[in-house]
T-cell receptor, first 113, second 110 residues
Framework: NAGVTQTPKFRILKIGQSMTLQCTQD?????MYWYRQDPGMGLKLIYY???????DKGEVPNGYNVSRSTTEDFPLRLELAAPSQTSVYFC????????????FGPGTRLTVL | DAKTTQPNSMESNEEEPVHLPCNHS???????IHWYRQLPSQGPEYVIH???SNVNNRMASLAIAEDRKSSTLILHRATLRDAAVYYC???????????FGQGTRLTINP
């Protein structure tokens, strides 16, 4: 298994541009999450999904959108990029039900100038 | 979400044990204590979790105080690869999300 994969690894955006961060997992996990991590800080939850077609907001959802059309994929969309969205974005997943362990991807480093 | 308090940083030597403390005085009866760590430039990875009893796995041990208001992650023999930020997280059994604090940055000296 490749686990949780994220693309791209790095991206620079101009203010007002849009982009989609891709996240895919091959473990057939129902639960998927998007976190952001600002420099020197812990991770904050943006959105999460408990299965295909079901998404919900986390702590910091403003400026982002998500969709979950398949079990494997959970893309994160930035519509109008702002400098405040400069961060490292991590996707994570775990199996159905309450689980002991979340599996994290390697992250996408996004800079908005 | 119940709050945890950890030291900002700790330092230890290679091949010595490391004890990473975590205070969680407002823990509820259904909160599990989870530890994750984040190696440089990587995503977090699961280390261990427990509810009331001490726990051991191949990576570490978790010692939980009898009143559950504090816990300690024990790395029995630190290696350079254990240098990371360690997060102590309380997770209610019904909650899906993990709430990360700032963690403890562990430095291992050769």
């Amino acid at each position: 298994n490749a686990g949780v994969t994220q693309t791209p690894k790095f991206r620079i955006l101009k203010i007002g541009q849009s982009m989609t961060l891709q996240c895919t997992q091959d473990m057939n996990h129902n639960y998927m999450y998007w976190y952001r991590q600002d420099p020197g800080m812990g991770l904050k939850l943006i959105y999460y999904s408990v299965g295909a077609g079901i998404t919900d907001k986390g702590e910091v959802p403003n400026g982002y959108n998500v969709s979950r059309s398949t079990t494997e994929d959970f893309p994160l969309r930035l519509e109008l990029a702002a400098p405040s969205q400069t961060s490292v974005y991590f996707c994570a997943s775990h199996p159905r039900g309450w689980s002991n362990e979340q599996f994290f991807g390697p992250g996408t480093r996004l800079t908005v100038l | 979400d119940a709050k945890t308090t950890q030291p900002n940083s700790m330092e230890s030597n290679e091949e010595e044990p490391v004890h990473l403390p975590c205070n969680h005085s407002t823990i509820s009866g259904t909160d599990y204590i989870h530890w994750y760590r984040q190696l440089p430039s990587q995503g977090p990875e699961y280390v261990i979790h427990g509810l009331t009893s001490n726990v051991n796995n191949r990576m570490a041990s978790l010692a939980i105080a009898e009143d559950r208001k504090s816990s300690t992650l024990i790395l029995h023999r630190a290696t350079l690869r254990d240098a990371a930020v360690y997060y102590c997280i309380l997770r209610d059994q019904g909650a899906q999300k993990l709430v990360f604090g700032q963690g403890t940055r562990l430095t291992i000296n050769p």
